[in-house]
């Protein structure tokens, strides 16, 4: 099994900034991949973005592209999410989840942490 804790969410106005972790712990070698989605109320959860363990390659969902970067420390088993920027249609739960492979689709993560909620006023 593969814990994962997030942190870091918050209030925030538009055009501020704000840095995600999410540490894993447990089996956390036995993860490549990890992606960041969000839920906002009423609305299904959505990719943000993904890295990959070894070559630590990236995808981004268009919404945050430019804005959002993920990184990845892996002597810390942390992952990173800096938004920038961060607009009013940001406010959502967001989610830290890893798995064996990397994808945009939650399905493919097994593991999920609780979420961080993040609001950002206009």
């Known amino acids: 099994q593969v814990q994962l804790v997030e942190s870091g969410g918050g209030l925030v106005q538009a055009g501020d900034s704000l840095r995600l972790s999410c540490v894993a712990s447990?089996?956390?070698?036995?993860?490549?991949?990890v992606a960041w989605f969000r839920q906002a109320p009423g609305k299904e959860r959505d990719f943000i973005v993904n890295?990959?363990?070894?070559?630590?390659?990236?995808r981004y969902a268009d919404s945050v592209k430019g804005r959002f970067t993920i990184s990845r420390d892996n002597s810390k088993n942390t992952v990173y999410l800096q938004m920038d920027n961060l607009k009013p249609e940001d406010t959502a739960v967001y989610y830290c989840?890893?798995?064996?492979?990397?994808?945009?689709?939650?399905?493919?993560?097994?593991?999920w942490g609780q979420g961080t909620p993040v609001t950002v006023s206009s």
């Open positions: 989840a890893a798995g064996p492979a990397q994808s945009t689709i939650a399905g493919a993560y097994p593991f």
């Open positions: 447990g089996r956390a070698f036995s993860v490549r991949a």
């Open positions: 890295i990959n363990g070894p070559g630590g390659s990236t």
